[in-house]
């Protein structure tokens, strides 16, 4: 890493009107009813053509669904296996089990 410092230029008068504008007041972005307005359209839009797109392909992911749980029980109706014996637990107090060799 570098040990250099960032030099500061005192604020330019560029337009030649006399006014002098610092460089952080620049730098800042426009705020105001303008920027606001353009913001909440386009989010608005961008929600309106999500839920549109997707109210169009509504039909054929439901019909995908139905399908996927058709194909889900057939194949776990032809998997069965044979229940296991229930274990015996020892009860409160009791020793445990010597293992089996």
Do not use: C
């Not at 002098?20 to 353009?38: L, W």
């Not at 019909?63 to 032809?78: D, I, M, T």
């Not at 015996?88 to 089990?97: D, R």
């Amino acid at each position: 890493m570098s040990n250099v410092t960032p030099t500061t230029h005192p604020p330019v008068n560029d337009a030649g009107d006399g006014q002098v504008i610092s460089e952080s007041r620049v730098k800042q972005g426009r705020k105001g009813y303008a920027v606001f307005a353009v913001l909440a359209v386009s989010t608005v839009l961008a929600v309106i053509l999500v839920f549109g797109l997707w109210g169009m392909q509504a039909g054929k992911l439901s019909a995908a669904g139905a399908a996927s749980k058709a194909s889900r029980a057939a194949a776990s109706q032809s998997f069965t296996t044979p229940e296991s014996a229930p274990r015996e637990t020892p009860g409160p107090g009791s020793a445990p089990a010597a293992p089996d060799h």
